[in-house]
């Protein structure tokens, strides 16, 4: 057991752990053998030696009064004090004393023993710093290969020291993917089975997914200078994500899109074409579901009793419930409520500047929409 840090400092160098934590696994599995060599009723306590670089046993042995009872039941964890101090003349009660084991009696089985311990702990010490490895990385994109797919099509995909599953449920429509094919996913969970280890859950259907590939993407979501507030999917089919600008002169939906739409076309693409609209993000909510129905025009909106209330021409119905449904759904998916369609007089509807709602004008002018609508 002799300069034990030297071999410390080599698993720790060969696994890429910590070393005192590696340090803390091998005094915890030497407790652990001790316990099932002298016996688990004892109280063991280990250390590393700086100076000479060994590992050391140590039994614990409580001070009590000579009249304590659980000396006259012969339990060797307790010593009395008069004993002790034949040992130790400072020593007093309620103190522990220590005895030196030495390990050159444990033996071969004590060896093997501990052996098991070491490789065991090591081992959960490996799974744990892996799991917090992932556990930060939920949310965000990753690379890997696929090793397999089972006969439920679920994905398997090696993403370095880790093999993750991509559950069907989790795959955009009309998706397959071969062995060999490499997937761009985002983590969804991780989470530590206790049958079969640990889990990591991918998704390429989740909003956190398309959100990571705007990140990846667009360099100013990447600085912070433009926040992404909230995102809503209908995977491989359309998509809507709020945007906010955090600096003056940058145009959240403008740098978002790119260039003749290179960045977000781009994105597009990795999701199997799917249709994504950019939504300049406002605080006032009336604002933003107006601005979230796109591309209809919208009169009024008002708030009750957590529903959206929205007011249109008739000719802009259609273009705000969407193919299916789809549009007027992902508006309440992102901004969470109800939405309620109500046709409009085209008087109304004619008294705004053409392709302005009454919400966008009124965050420029208030009291023009006070005097159209009485106010939001």
Known sequence: MERIVDIIESIAHEKGLDINEVKN??????????????????????????????????????????????????????????????VDPEI????????????????????????????YHIQRLLENNIFEKYQKLVGKTVFG????????????????????VLPRKNRIKGE????????????????????????????????????SLLELEVPEIKDGMIKIVGSARIPGERAKIALLSLHPNIDAVGATVGTKGVRINAVSKELHNENIDCIEFSNVPEIFIARTLAPAIISNVKLQNG?????????????????????????????????????????????LPSGESAPEQAERNPDALKKLFGGL
Do not use: W
């Open 25 to 86: 696994t091998v005094t915890v599995a030497l407790v652990k053998t001790a316990k099932k060599i002298y016996g688990s009723q004892y109280e063991y306590d280990a250390e590393i030696d700086p100076a000479t670089k060994a590992l050391k046993l140590y039994q614990k042995v409580l001070v009590v009064t000579p009249e304590d009872e659980r000396l006259q039941e012969g339990n060797e964890n307790f010593i009395a004090i008069k004993d002790a101090k034949e």
């Open 92 to 119: 007093e009660i309620g103190d522990e004393l220590t005895y030196e084991l030495p390990l050159d009696n444990l033996g071969r089985t004590a060896a093997a023993t501990l052996q098991k311990e070491l490789e």
């Open 145 to 164: 290969t696929v090793v397999r797919v089972d006969n439920d099509e679920n994905t398997y995909i090696e993403i370095d020291e880790i093999r993750a």
């Open 176 to 211: 397959k993917f071969k062995v060999g094919n490499v997937v761009k996913s985002v983590i969804r969970k991780v989470l530590i089975d206790k049958s079969q280890g640990m889990y990591v859950e991918l998704s390429r259907t989740s909003p956190k997914f398309l959100e």
């Open 307 to 351: 529903k959206a209330i929205v007011t249109l021409p008739s000719d802009q119905k259609s273009k705000a419930i969407g193919k299916n449904g789809i549009n007027i759904r992902l508006t309440s998916m992102l901004c969470g409520v109800e939405v309620e369609l109500h046709e409009s007089s085209s008087t109304a509807a004619s008294a």
